[in-house]
């Protein structure tokens, strides 16, 4: 069936953007570049989410993440005037190299290992829902959690105000 | 191999890499780009977990919406705190911000 193998391919693309972009995230010495490449990592979720029957989800990701939180690091990035060449330069400490590899991959293998032992797929199709579902869980049962989200939205951004004026009063 | 399961197995590539670069990252705003990967993979296997199980497709789309929001606020706070940290102490490495005061 041709759908089937356009999903397939779709999500070999995805995943190759997820996994390529967060190696080169993780990886690159530039932190210009290594946000690039969590840029291309967002992309790529945003395409799962897609392949997931969840159009709305995708639009938010490519919004709220490569509109605003790609941004924001991008301005902490400039302001903290990282040196040209990035501020890994130095020579990598093998030792530590291959410790946070060893603290990547212990949890990584025990939810895999759960992953491939108990997760079952109770159907193979997602559906999709329409918006207005969503938006009736959250203004009927869930409102206390949408609300609470504002607020803790509204006190991070009162707090980074704060912080940033006693920055300039301390001065 | 069912849908999910590979779903599920991108979203955990997502945390590895992410982790791996929270450990070995020396820099405050490439730890938060590394928080982000994770982050992203959290919401990848909510809705994935909740579009292929059939418990309630519009309570796991809500939950990664909340916890995009939480990122959001998150990535906020963070960069006035590698502000502050690059004011005071020069640079926004984490070495930098290694000894305590007592």
């Known amino acids: 069936m041709t759908n089937q193998l356009v999903v397939q391919i779709s999500f070999a693309i995805y995943a190759l953007l997820i996994v390529?972009?967060?190696?080169?995230?993780?990886?690159?010495?530039?932190?210009i570049r290594a946000l690039v490449g969590l840029i291309l990592t967002l992309f790529g979720v945003a395409g799962m989410y897609l392949l997931m029957a969840a159009p709305l989800i995708a639009l938010m990701q490519l919004l709220i993440y490569v509109g605003a939180v790609v941004v924001l690091i991008f301005f902490a990035i400039m302001l903290t005037r990282a040196p040209a060449g990035g501020e890994e330069c130095d020579k990598p400490d093998v030792r530590?190299?291959?410790?946070?590899?060893?603290?990547?991959?212990?949890?990584?293998?025990?939810l895999g290992f759960a992953i491939h032992k108990y997760a079952k797929a109770a159907r193979e199709v997602a559906s999709e829902i329409a918006p207005a579902?969503?938006?009736k869980v959250f203004l009927e049962p869930y409102v206390l959690a949408f609300e609470l989200i504002s607020v803790v939205l509204f006190?991070?951004?009162?707090g980074a105000v704060l912080l940033g004026f006693e920055r300039r009063r301390a001065k | 191999m069912s849908d999910m399961v590979l779903f599920q197995l991108t979203a955990l590539a997502l945390l590895a890499i992410g982790l791996f670069g929270m450990l070995s990252r020396r820099s405050l705003v490439g730890m938060l780009i590394c928080v982000e990967l994770m982050l992203n993979g959290a919401g990848l296997s909510i809705v994935s977990?909740?579009?292929?199980?059939?418990?309630?497709?519009?309570?796991?789309?809500?939950?990664?919406?909340?916890?995009m929001g939480l990122a959001a606020?998150?990535?906020?706070?963070?960069?006035?705190?590698?502000?502050?940290?690059a004011k005071r102490f020069g640079n926004a490495e984490s070495s930098a911000v290694s000894i305590l005061k007592g």
């Open chain 1, 20 to 31: 390529g972009g967060g190696l080169w995230a993780v990886l690159d010495k530039s932190l």
């Open chain 1, 96 to 110: 530590q190299l291959i410790l946070a590899l060893l603290g990547a991959l212990a949890p990584a293998a025990a």
């Open chain 1, 133 to 135: 579902v969503l938006g």
């Open chain 1, 155 to 158: 006190v991070a951004m009162a």
């Open chain 2, 49 to 67: 977990a909740s579009q292929f199980s059939g418990t309630g497709e519009a309570l796991g789309q809500a939950a990664a919406l909340l916890v």
């Open chain 2, 73 to 85: 606020a998150e990535a906020t706070l963070v960069l006035v705190i590698i502000l502050v940290v």
